[in-house]
Each structure stands twice: as structure tokens, then as C-alpha cells.
């Protein structure tokens, strides 16, 4: 499904990204552990298809189409979407009003009928059920003024009601009680299905507990160094990043 | 200056009409003040930008060009013309066509008794005491070139009188177009008198056919006696070729609840100063006002907040869109009095630009004089936060739409306070129609 091959990306002329490589095929959860400022959101950013980051190298194919071509609503409209670290707070535009218009675009994209007021109602009924968000929030403008639990819940929601190919989930456990954490999880297990991939990047193992990953992958300094399946996820957890040079069971180091 | 005095030369052939009797011109006293404020005129002549008050706005292209007096057959305009302009149920119509009132078009039937909704040329006819103590009395000439022009000029406006006590639910409207192909000039002039406790919605709607060429230079008086509560509203939709220099006056009395919006859309350099003079205790004054201007389009919008009274509260919130070269000005001019203890002031201008070549001036003044005061402002000049727009983005909306998106959640702000749900839809379709991917967002929504 998605096939990155050795993406180098820049910000502002400095070098984030140095290489990265990284296939995601249907069916499965990837998960992506790293320290902070290692590049995680760098890497979900241009995923995205943000303008800040520059791709400097490299290339990304998403079910063989070329990513780095597409803008952005592009992107989602070929079922990429990604839940920000960072939700962006915007005032004056409520999530039902703008999900609508979202919806609708990315159905015009994938060849569908667009929803009418009556189905789109029902449709976000169901997903607000599914991740346990409170209809009145979504009657707010966006983000505005949300809790961080609530942002993030947010982000999920926007992602059952978009039913995406991949779905790459920035921190979405940040910021999450226990609780949220499960609903959340819950929401993005919903979604997984032999068609969908998704990404999930985190630094603590506590959210794989719940959305247990089909491999994991250790990025340090704008590369991934260490690749193996959920254990690898423990053995950070107790370990921390340091000891990434060595062997570890379960884990196979990444020829650089 | 040689065309400007030309046209003072236009301008003083026309007065001598009026004095002469040939324009029907109201009472003796009415003619007196006429004559006052073009002899202000005269000495003011059209105001350049190094008077202060004009520093952004250059109205030269007004002041050199012919406008004749604008001629009009009665019977001109049609329902059609005037349809886009309805917003629903009214207590009163008052269509004019090119300035003068035209019954055919207006329906002011179902009034409760003792309102009166009337053309100004009717109501200076017949020597009412209201517009003898009322008219011209409030706007002030002597600092206004325009104001003085339209005070010297004036024929034709709405008369509107809401007795003490009585509430309109429905709002009344007026609405100049503009149709005649020929070019000219107009000063309508609008008294609007609210009785002591009594409530009434007002909507002044300007607008003109594609492709007329005019000046029109409004001036609307407003007084709201005691505990009188005031809703007005004003859409400025002119023509692209036309000019709109206008003043809003309102004197607010004892306790009384003022509030007036403005929304300028279209026409090619709009000018609105909007005063208020909060004149008794405990009043309360909201002006709002939004613009969404594109092109060479030029608005300019001039408050003065005079609080001489004590206890008065006042808000002013403006909002600019910008696009292509436009060019916005906000100047905001508080005045507390020295009696003016327990004033409440805040104001709020901000801006948002959508291409590097438009252009906006802010410009905040307080004057206060009194001590135990509480006055704010604030002024914000920004673009789309290109964060949201990625964000909208990367949800499926295209750059354009995401664009259109934000810049409609930013003007909606102003246009979801208006409390005529009729004219609230209209004035959202206006909205949309303006922005870059208006029609697909209204399809989408
Ligand atoms: N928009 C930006 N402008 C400047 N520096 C940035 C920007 N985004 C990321 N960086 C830098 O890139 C590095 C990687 O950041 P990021 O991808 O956010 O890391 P992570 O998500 O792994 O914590 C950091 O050094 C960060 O400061
Ligand atoms: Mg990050």
C-alpha cells in the first residue's frame, strides 16, 4: 500500500529526514517509536503533504501512485489521513459544517455520491458513537478551546468519518487518560480491516497495548535504526533509546 | 483644483435652484440651515488627504468628476429590480429609485397608528414639528464637507417616527437603487426618530444596476429618546463604478440600546462614518461592521464613539476582508468627557489579507477625559493561518475552498449577530457569492 524509498526532507535547510525506507502493506499496523525531535511528525507531515518540509530525496508510492505529485486534499482523496500531533484550533467553522464539505470532497474523489444533510447526519452519528464524542462538541468550532483529550478524540472521530485507506496517527495518545486511551484505540481497531494500513507513531508503549502493531520501527535522527515486531515496543519501553546499537530479541538492526 | 472648482461651480447652479424654490425645499428655518451648510461647503471644499480625516482616502475622482444631479422619472423601477434587495416580511418598504422615493415600489400599509414612515419630500411638504426640531440637527456640517453637501442638497430620504412606548416587531427597510444609465449625483437624507421605550429594526439598503455610474452621499440621522431601543442595519452594495461617501448619526438619549451594522460589499470606493453621540446615562451603543472588498475596491469606515454621559457602555467590532489591490481603512475615534465617569469602551478592528497587494490602514484614537473609565482596543491585520489551511487540506478540501472556508468563518462572525433571520441568509449569500470558491463551498455546506 505505501512505500517509502529513502525520503530525505529539510526544513527551513535543515536536514530532518536522511533516508527513510519503510513498505506498509494492507492489513497491517505499523508503529514508529522514537526520542523527540527525531523526526516522527516530520515524516507524518510530509506523508500529509505539508510545503513547509521540503523532500529533498527519495520517494513515496501509495498503492503505486506517486504521493509527492499530490496536494494534499489529493492525498486524502486517495484515503491518506492523518491525525495531527497538534490539532489546529480554528474559529468560526464548527467540525459537523466542515466535515460535511470534507466528506463530500473526498467522495467526489473516490467516485461516490456525495451525502446528503439527512445521510451525512446519520453517518456522523454513528462514527461520534463509535469514539464516544459528545455530539455538542461537535457543534463547536473547531478545536476551540478543547481539552487535549478532546482534540485528539476529535482526530479520531474526523478519521472513522473519512474512512481512510491509512491512517497515520501522530501522538494521538498523548494527553490521554486511561480511559480516552481505550476509546480511541477502540475506534482505530474498528477501522482495521484486511483493505487498511495504518501508522502510529508514539513514544510510549502503553497505547500498543491497545493497538497492538505488526512491526515497529525505531526512528533516531531522521532514520530508522531499528525495525521488529511488538516486543521491540517492550524492550524500549524498559530500556529506553539507548541501547540501540545492540542486538535485541525480536529485533533486526537496519542496514544503513 | 480647477476641476474642483468647476464642480463647486456645478454644485452652487444647483443651490440656486433649490433657494430659488424650482427643488421643493422645506420650511423657512429648513432653508436657513441650507444655506449655512453650503456656505460651509463652500469654504471647506472637498476634503484631500492631508486633511486628517482623509489621510487614506482620496476622493478626488469624486470631486473632479461631472456628477450632474441625478434626473429620475417616478414610475422608473420595477418589483423585479427591487427583488434581490427583500429579505422578508417588513413593517415598511421605502423604495427609491436614483434618490427619489418611489410609491409604486414601497408598501408602507400595515402600520400601527400613530408610526410614521414617510418620503422626506412629502414630510418637508407639509411642515412636520418633528422635522423641524429633528432634521439637521445631529449630523454635524461644519467639520463634514459631505455632510454640509447633503444638508444644502438634500430632496428626497425617509422620514420615520416610532411614537413613545410602541414596539415594531417587523423591520423597516429602505432601499436606494440605482438604475439610471446616465451618470449623477444624490444626497438622500434619512430621520429616523425613536420615541422614548419605543423598539424598532431599521435596514438602509444601497445598492445599483450593473453598470451605473454615480455619487450618492447618504446621511441618516437617528435618535433613540429614553429607554428607546434601536436595531439598525446597513448593506452597502453599490454598483462597481459608483461612489458612497455616507454619515451615520445616531444621538442616543437616557438608557437607550443602540446597535448598527454595517456590511459594505460592493462599490467602488465606499466611505461610512457612523457617530454616535451617547448623550444620557446609562446608554448602551453596538456598532459593528464587516467589509469583504476585492479589486481596486476602496472602504473606509470612520467611527466616532462620543461618550458625554456617564454609565454609557460601547462596543465597536470591525472586520476587513481583503483581496486583489483593495484597500481598507478603519479609523476609530473614542471620546470620553469629562462627565463621562463609568464609561465602558472597548473596540476591535481586525483584518485579514488575502493577497500581498491589498492594503489596510487602522487607526484607533482615544481621547479621555474622565478618570474612572474602562477603554480598550485592539486591532489585529493578519493572513489565513496557513496552518488551518493545511489542515483543512489534508480533511479533503481543496486550497481554495479551504481558503474560502476560513475567510467565510471570518466575516460569518460579524454577519451571524444579525437578529433578522431573513436578512442573516441574505447577507450570508452575498458572502459566499464573494468568495473564490463560494459556489462549491454553498454545495458542499
Ligand atoms: N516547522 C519546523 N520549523 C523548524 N524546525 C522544525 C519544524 N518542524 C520540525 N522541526 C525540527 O525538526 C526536528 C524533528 O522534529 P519532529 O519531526 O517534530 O520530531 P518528533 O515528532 O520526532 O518529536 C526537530 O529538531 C524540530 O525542531
Ligand atoms: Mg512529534
Given at each position: 500500500m505505501l512505500e517509502i524509498r529513502n525520503l530525505q526532507a529539510n526544513v527551513e535547510g535543515k536536514e530532518i529526514l536522511k533516508g527513510i525506507n519503510l513498505t506498509v502493506a494492507a492489513g497491517e499496523i505499523h508503529s514508529i517509536m522514537g526520542p523527540n525531535g527525531s523526526g516522527k511528525s516530520t515524516l507524518a507531515q510530509v506523508l500529509a503533504g505539508r510545503d513547509t518540509y521540503e523532500v529533498t530525496?527519495?520517494?513515496?508510492?501509495?498503492?503505486?501512485?506517486?504521493?509527492?505529485?499530490?496536494?494534499?486534499?489529493?492525498?486524502?482523496?486517495?484515503?491518506?489521513?492523518?491525525?495531527?500531533?497538534?490539532?489546529?484550533?480554528?474559529?468560526?467553522?464548527?467540525?459537523?459544517?466542515?466535515?460535511?464539505?470534507?466528506?463530500?470532497?473526498?467522495?467526489?474523489?473516490?467516485?461516490e455520491d456525495e451525502l446528503d444533510a439527512m445521510d451525512f447526519l446519520a453517518h456522523i452519528k454513528e462514527k461520534a458513537e463509535l469514539v464516544d464524542i459528545p455530539q455538542d462538541l461537535l457543534?463547536?468550532?473547531?478545536?476551540?478551546?478543547?481539552?487535549?483529550?478532546?482534540?485528539?478524540?476529535?482526530?479520531?472521530?474526523?478519521?472513522?468519518?473519512?474512512?481512510?485507506?491509512?491512517?497515520?496517527?501522530?501522538?494521538?495518545?498523548?494527553?490521554?487518560?486511561?480511559?480516552?486511551?481505550?476509546?480511541?484505540?477502540?475506534?482505530?481497531?474498528?477501522?482495521?480491516s484486511p483493505q487498511r494500513a495504518g501508522i502510529v507513531i508514539t513514544h510510549y508503549q502503553r497505547l500498543l497495548d491497545y493497538i497492538v502493531p505488526d512491526f515497529v520501527?525505531?526512528?533516531?535522527?531522521?532514520?530508522?535504526?531499528?525495525?521488529?515486531?511488538?516486543?521491540?515496543?517492550?524492550?524500549?519501553?524498559?530500556?529506553?533509546?539507548?541501547?540501540?546499537?545492540?542486538?535485541?530479541?525480536?529485533?533486526?538492526?537496519v542496514a544503513s | 483644483m480647477i476641476e474642483v472648482k468647476e464642480q463647486k461651480q456645478t454644485y452652487a447652479t444647483r443651490f440656486e435652484r433649490i433657494e430659488a424654490g424650482v427643488v421643493e425645499g422645506g420650511s423657512a428655518s429648513l432653508l436657513a440651515i441650507r444655506k449655512a451648510a453650503f456656505s460651509r461647503f463652500t469654504e471647506l471644499g472637498f476634503p484631500?488627504?492631508?486633511?486628517?480625516?482623509?489621510?487614506?482616502?482620496?476622493?478626488?475622482?469624486?470631486?473632479?468628476?461631472?456628477?450632474?444631479?441625478?434626473?429620475?422619472?417616478?414610475?422608473?423601477?420595477?418589483?423585479?429590480?427591487?427583488?434581490?434587495?427583500?429579505f422578508g416580511a417588513c413593517a415598511a418598504t421605502l423604495v427609491f429609485m436614483n434618490g427619489k422615493f418611489a410609491p409604486h415600489l414601497s408598501a408602507v400599509g400595515n402600520l400601527h397608528e400613530g408610526i410614521r414612515a414617510r418620503s422626506l419630500a412629502d414630510a418637508l411638504s407639509s411642515d412636520d414639528p418633528l422635522i423641524t426640531r429633528h432634521l439637521a440637527r445631529h449630523a454635524k456640517f461644519d467639520e463634514h464637507a459631505f455632510t454640509a453637501l447633503n444638508t444644502a442638497m438634500m430632496e428626497d430620504g425617509a422620514f420615520v417616527?416610532?411614537?413613545?412606548?410602541?414596539?415594531?416587531?417587523?423591520?423597516?427597510?429602505?432601499?436606494?437603487?440605482?438604475?439610471?444609465?446616465?451618470?449623477?449625483?444624490?444626497?438622500?437624507?434619512?430621520?429616523?426618530?425613536?420615541?422614548?421605550?419605543?423598539?424598532?429594526?431599521?435596514?438602509?439598503?444601497?445598492a445599483g444596476l450593473e453598470g451605473t455610474r454615480y455619487f450618492s452621499n447618504p446621511v441618516t440621522e437617528i435618535v433613540t429618546e429614553a429607554g428607546a431601543v434601536l436595531d439598525h442595519y446597513k448593506i452597502v452594495r453599490e454598483s462597481d463604478e459608483a461612489f458612497h461617501v455616507s454619515t451615520l448619526q445616531l444621538h442616543q438619549h437616557q438608557g437607550s440600546n443602540a446597535s448598527s451594522t454595517t456590511v459594505s460589499?460592493?462599490?467602488?470606493?465606499?466611505?461610512?462614518?457612523?457617530?454616535?453621540?451617547?448623550?444620557?446615562?446609562?446608554?448602551?451603543?453596538?456598532?459593528?461592521?464587516?467589509?469583504?472588498?476585492?479589486?481596486?475596491?476602496?472602504?473606509?469606515?470612520?467611527?466616532?464613539?462620543?461618550?458625554?454621559?456617564?454609565?454609557?457602555?460601547?462596543?465597536?467590532?470591525?472586520k476587513n476582508v481583503l483581496n486583489g489591490k483593495s484597500r481598507g481603512v478603519f479609523s476609530g475615534r473614542i471620546m470620553v468627557r469629562e462627565d463621562a465617569q463609568k464609561t465602558d469602551a472597548k473596540q476591535t478592528n481586525q483584518s485579514l489579507l488575502l493577497?500581498?497587494?491589498?492594503?489596510?490602514?487602522?487607526?484607533?484614537?482615544?481621547?479621555?477625559l474622565a478618570d474612572d473609565v474602562k477603554c480598550t482596543h485592539g486591532a489585529t491585520i493578519g493572513q489565513l493561518d496557513e496552518d488551518a489551511v493545511f489542515y483543512l487540506q489534508s480533511r479533503g478540501l481543496d486550497f481554495e475552498t479551504a481558503r474560502s472556508l476560513l475567510v467565510y468563518a471570518f466575516a460569518r462572525e460579524v454577519i451571524d449577530e444579525v437578529r433578522i433571520d431573513g436578512l442573516r441568509n441574505q447577507l450570508d449569500e452575498l458572502l459566499i457569492a464573494r468568495l473564490p470558491q463560494g459556489q462549491l463551498l454553498r454545495e458542499r455546506l
Open positions: 530525496e527519495g520517494e513515496i508510492l501509495f498503492e503505486g501512485k506517486d504521493l509527492l505529485e499530490l496536494s494534499p486534499d489529493e492525498r486524502a482523496g486517495e484515503g491518506l489521513f492523518l491525525a495531527f500531533q497538534y490539532p489546529v484550533e480554528i474559529p468560526g467553522v464548527t467540525t459537523n459544517y466542515f466535515l460535511k464539505a470534507a466528506l463530500n470532497a473526498v467522495r467526489k474523489y473516490r467516485g457543534k463547536r468550532a473547531i478545536n476551540e478551546g478543547f481539552s487535549g483529550g478532546e482534540k485528539k478524540r476529535n482526530e479520531v472521530f474526523q478519521m472513522a468519518v473519512l474512512e481512510p485507506k491509512l491512517s497515520v496517527l501522530d501522538e494521538t495518545d498523548s494527553g490521554l487518560d486511561i480511559d480516552a486511551l481505550r476509546i480511541v484505540a477502540n475506534g482505530v481497531n474498528q477501522l482495521r520501527h525505531v526512528l533516531v535522527d531522521g532514520r530508522i535504526v531499528q525495525s521488529g515486531d511488538k516486543d521491540l515496543a517492550l524492550h524500549l519501553e524498559d530500556k529506553g533509546y539507548g541501547w540501540i546499537r545492540e542486538d535485541v530479541p525480536g529485533g533486526e538492526p | 484631500t488627504t492631508k486633511h486628517e480625516e482623509w489621510q487614506y482616502t482620496n476622493i478626488a475622482p469624486i470631486a473632479e468628476a461631472e456628477f450632474e444631479r441625478m434626473e429620475t422619472d417616478t414610475a422608473s423601477g420595477s418589483i423585479d429590480d427591487i427583488a434581490p434587495f427583500n417616527y416610532i411614537p413613545p412606548g410602541v414596539v415594531v416587531e417587523q423591520p423597516i427597510h429602505l432601499i436606494y437603487l440605482t438604475s439610471s444609465a446616465q451618470p449623477g449625483s444624490y444626497h438622500p437624507r434619512n430621520l429616523f426618530v425613536l420615541g422614548s421605550s419605543s423598539q424598532a429594526t431599521l435596514v438602509e439598503s444601497y460589499m460592493n462599490g467602488r470606493l465606499v466611505r461610512n462614518d457612523i457617530r454616535t453621540l451617547l448623550d444620557g446615562d446609562g446608554c448602551d451603543c453596538t456598532l459593528n461592521g464587516v467589509q469583504v472588498i476585492d479589486g481596486t475596491q476602496h472602504v473606509d469606515n470612520h467611527l466616532v464613539v462620543d461618550h458625554a454621559k456617564p454609565n454609557c457602555n460601547s462596543r465597536e467590532f470591525f493577497s500581498e497587494d491589498a492594503q489596510v490602514d487602522s487607526k484607533p484614537q482615544l481621547e479621555i
